[in-house]
């Protein structure tokens, strides 16, 4: 596994450091490296509680591992592009992790714990060192946090069965929807998906809050940060509460998403008032 890690590492890395790194050559190593590693692991998602898509995972070997492989290639990307504020990804994992240890204690459900507290440590760690600009994640850091998440999170669900998949599809949402979100952002004004996107919910959060304040970048850089990350802890919140009752998950994965879109439409029409997203 740490092989796969180092690999996934050198791409992000690559990305950091070679000017005009081509995004297609880069989706492709990502493709080629989780293809290996979920073939070499088994770690597959078999189960969404639909039953006509199980039996579809089921019946076609080839179906599980790409639909895997979609995922984790959401998650790095979006991963990525929620790195575009100071702590926000870091900040965020914290959220992850430390809902799965909060789940597992109060469920008794099968999980290595103290593990887990090793990784939230860690994370608090590089987000101390990230507050005081000692370190920055880049490419590198976002596809390393984000594919060893994907790994950790499917493998969660899988020892413990009787939870709802759509726990995990709830506590990662926010990444994956910013990336997917974005592709559609460039379909409707016809660009090509693997352009840069400088309109993500995260910027335009940080143009508002800049042109209502006086304050210094990073303080609004901040501020951009705590107001998502506050949103994010409460849909957790609400999830952790019942993680076997997949209509919950469901219900605040909409209510998630009909809240981004609604705050994404409005702080878009705020920064190109000439220029309605809708």
């Known amino acids: 596994n740490i092989f796969y890690l180092f690999l996934i590492f050198l791409v992000g890395l690559s990305s950091d450091r070679i000017r005009d790194f081509s995004p297609l050559i880069r989706l492709l190593f990502q493709i080629l490296i989780t293809l290996l590693f979920v073939v070499n692991t088994q770690t597959l998602i078999i189960d969404v509680r639909i039953d006509f898509i199980n039996q579809l995972l089921n019946q076609n070997i080839y179906l599980p591992i790409i639909f895997t492989i979609f ?6 990307n979006g991963t990525n592009f929620i790195d575009g504020v100071n ?3 870091i900040g965020f994992y914290i959220l992850v992790y430390s809902a799965i240890l909060i789940v597992s204690n109060n469920n008794d459900l099968y999980i290595d714990k103290s593990f887990n507290v090793k990784i939230i440590l860690f994370l608090i760690v590089i987000y101390l060192m990230n507050f005081f600009n000692k370190l920055q994640l880049g490419d590198g850091g976002s596809y390393l946090i984000s594919f060893f998440t994907a790994f950790y999170v499917i493998n969660f669900i899988s020892q413990n069965p009787l939870a709802s998949p759509y726990f995990a599809i709830l ?3 926010y990444p994956c929807f910013e990336n997917l979100f974005s592709i559609l952002r460039k379909f409707r004004f016809n660009r090509s998906p693997l352009n840069p996107d400088s309109n993500h919910l995260h910027q335009l959060l940080f143009y508002f809050l800049k042109s209502k304040n006086n304050f210094k970048n990073i303080y609004i ?13 409460a849909i957790f919140f609400v999830a952790i509460s019942n993680i076997y009752s997949t209509k919950l998950q469901i219900f605040s994965l909409f209510f998630s998403i009909i809240i981004y879109i609604v705050a994404y439409i409005f702080l878009f029409n705020f920064k190109y008032k000439n220029f309605k997203f809708m």
Request: glycine content about 0%; aromatic content about 16%.
């Open 221 to 233: 850089n901040n501020l951009s940060t705590l107001i998502i990350l506050i949103f994010n802890f």
């Open 71 to 76: 995922c984790f290639i959401v998650l790095m």
């Open 87 to 89: 702590l926000n990804t």
């Open 171 to 173: 506590i990662l949402w």
